[in-house]
């Protein structure tokens, strides 16, 4: 055998041994059925269990929105400050979102070692810095847009295109809820607005529609919860009980009718929330050394605040075993950059404003949880739509978009604490080290909730849609 043959055998020999290994791989999946949950349309959110033991029991998901930079933040790179102000090898002409970038530019805020790990995280949010050994950070995750709009699409449903369901809407379907008397998901937008998408972040896209996130927060409760005052409670209580038998007839009637069954359950819930909703937003039971932790009577900055009380919200939802919620940090609705992370002019001006509206809010948040014993079954996950650029926009003093490497952070039920997994090249453009991406991120979620997510699916138009699409895997090493 001469030499060539030898060589040309060896090659397709190894790729056969390859393609083998994919085909039986694939077989054992083929053999496993898709999980769609049996859901009587009556009760909708009864608990379901997962498809394996399960680690969370619920998950809270922190989203900044506009792109939060991770190169001023938590993705400490030496030699961005080494090369500060000074072109980017081979980066000549490099055009991004908004156009040509010029010199790199290092942190506009000072990175310090934190917590007994050392972790070196920044000044602009020195609070949740200091829980850094409580904190897994994933530095190389991966984005599919640099446009807001689908890139925050795709964090919340899996999809840079619309009409997708969200991950709350994936959980609550698949598991249910514990908590007779409020919703199973629950969004609770930043009190300056909505994020640049809307009500699409807590859609239940083609799920059924009882699956889709209730939206409110502590500057708007939800509405209408109070009985008039010309309806004594007598009356009140009388007109539910006749409801209630008329219901039961109409169902007795009409058995195998889904949507009147669903109609049914959607008020009488909305019924219930009438008097738990209405405790829960009243944070008057709240402790003045709980406000003062979060930063929620800090009277000089209202926006923080505001938040703040957010913050205290989501904790008294995930007690009550709210199943999954969803609590924003930046708004839309003020334009580029001024409520929000989107630093594309004076990044420097105005994350100085956004910093301290965050920091403490979510770093009470993290250290009240724990002191609760509440991380001890809750996922938390903070997130963003995609990063930011290490170098400057030609001609401006901000951060173009960047979806080739960010950052994003996890902490709670089985998940390895004070650990950082990837890594961006060395200035922060590109994840190169275990990359990582958004369909890893859903998968693990869902799998740290017991879910399979190759199996969850729904059948929808001749397809057996899923969070992760065809895609993802469990990121097992920032497992506990």
Not at 75 to 86: Q, S, T
Not at 261 to 282: P, T
Not at 423 to 438: L, R, W
């Given at each position: 055998m001469h030499r060539r043959l030898f060589l040309g055998n060896s090659v397709s020999g190894l790729s056969s041994i390859a393609l083998l290994a994919m085909l039986a791989n694939d077989s054992a999946r083929a053999g496993e059925a898709p999980i769609r949950p049996a859901i009587d349309p009556s009760r909708p959110y009864a608990p379901r269990s997962p498809h394996f033991p399960a680690r969370a029991k619920r998950v809270l998901v922190i989203f900044a929105s506009g792109a939060i930079s991770h190169v001023d933040?938590?993705?400490?790179?030496?030699?961005?400050?080494?090369?500060?102000?000074?072109?980017?090898?081979?980066?000549?002409?490099?055009?991004?979102f908004q156009g040509e970038q010029g010199?790199?530019?290092?942190?506009?805020?000072?990175?310090?070692?934190?917590?007994?790990?050392?972790?070196?995280?920044?000044?602009?949010?020195?609070?949740?810095g200091e829980l850094?050994?409580?904190?897994?950070?994933?530095?190389?995750?991966?984005?599919?847009?640099?446009?807001?709009?689908?890139?925050?699409?795709?964090?919340?449903?899996?999809?840079t295109l619309d009409g997708f369901p969200s991950m709350g809407?994936?959980?609550?379907?698949?598991?249910?809820?514990?908590?007779?008397?409020?919703?199973?998901?629950?969004?609770?937008?930043?009190?300056?607005?909505?994020?640049?998408?809307?009500?699409?972040?807590?859609?239940?896209?083609?799920?059924?529609?009882?699956?889709?996130?209730?939206?409110f927060n502590s500057d708007r409760p939800i509405p209408h919860l109070n009985r008039p005052e010309t309806i004594s409670l007598d009356t009140d209580v009388a007109t539910r009980r006749m409801v209630q038998q008329l219901n039961g007839i109409q169902q007795a009637s009409r058995r195998d009718d889904e949507f009147l069954?669903?109609?049914?359950?959607?008020?009488?819930?909305?019924?219930?929330?009438?008097?738990?909703?209405?405790?829960?937003?009243?944070?008057?039971?709240?402790?003045?050394?709980?406000?003062?932790l979060y930063g929620a009577d800090d009277t000089s900055n209202t926006n923080k605040a505001r938040f703040a009380k957010n913050c205290i919200l989501a904790r008294?939802?995930?007690?009550?075993?709210?199943?999954?919620?969803?609590?924003?940090?930046?708004?839309?609705?003020?334009?580029?950059?001024?409520?929000?992370?989107?630093?594309?002019?004076?990044?420097?001006?105005?994350?100085?404003?956004?910093?301290?509206?965050?920091?403490?809010?979510?770093?009470?948040?993290?250290?009240?949880?724990?002191?609760?014993?509440?991380?001890?079954?809750?996922?938390?996950?903070?997130?963003?739509?995609?990063?930011?650029?290490?170098?400057?926009?030609?001609g401006a003093s901000g951060r173009d978009h960047n979806p080739s490497g960010?950052?994003?952070?996890?902490?709670?039920?089985?998940?390895?604490?004070?650990?950082?997994?990837?890594?961006?090249?060395?200035?922060?453009?590109?994840?190169?080290?275990?990359?990582?991406?958004?369909?890893?991120?859903?998968?693990?979620?869902?799998?740290?909730?017991g879910l399979d997510h190759e199996r969850l699916s729904f059948y929808h138009n001749g397809i057996e849609r899923r969070l992760t699409d065809v895609h993802g895997r469990v990121v097992r090493d920032i497992l506990s």
């Open positions: 933040t938590f993705d400490y790179k030496p030699e961005l400050v080494a090369k500060h102000d000074m072109p980017m090898p081979e980066s000549s002409g490099l055009i991004t010199n790199l530019i290092q942190p506009r805020w000072q990175f310090r070692p934190r917590g007994q790990s050392g972790k070196m995280t920044s000044d602009l949010l020195p609070r949740i850094a050994d409580d904190l897994c950070f994933i530095h190389s995750m991966t984005a599919k847009s640099n446009t807001h709009g689908p890139a925050e699409s795709q964090m919340a449903t899996g999809f809407a994936w959980v609550s379907y698949a598991l249910g809820s514990v908590c007779e008397d409020l919703p199973a998901f629950v969004a609770i937008p930043d009190p300056r607005g909505i994020p640049q998408i809307g009500q699409r972040q807590w859609s239940s896209g083609f799920l059924p529609a009882a699956f889709q996130g209730t939206p069954a669903a109609r049914i359950a959607s008020y009488e819930l909305a019924a219930r929330m009438q008097l738990a909703a209405a405790k829960l937003s009243d944070l008057g039971d709240e402790t003045a050394e709980t406000f003062s008294r939802l995930l007690e009550r075993d709210v199943r999954f919620v969803q609590l924003f940090n930046g708004s839309y609705a003020m334009g580029e950059g001024v409520g929000n992370w989107d630093g594309h002019k004076v990044i420097e001006q105005q994350y100085s404003v956004h910093g301290p509206i965050l920091d403490q809010p979510v770093a009470g948040l993290i250290t009240d949880m724990k002191r609760r014993g509440l991380l001890d079954d809750t996922l938390v996950a903070f997130v963003t739509e995609f990063g930011r650029m290490p170098t400057f926009q030609k960010f950052t994003v952070w996890l902490t709670g039920a089985g998940v390895r604490r004070g650990m950082s997994y990837g890594a961006t090249d060395e200035f922060g453009y590109k994840a190169v080290e275990s990359v990582t991406t958004i369909y890893d991120l859903h998968a693990t979620i869902l799998h740290l909730l």
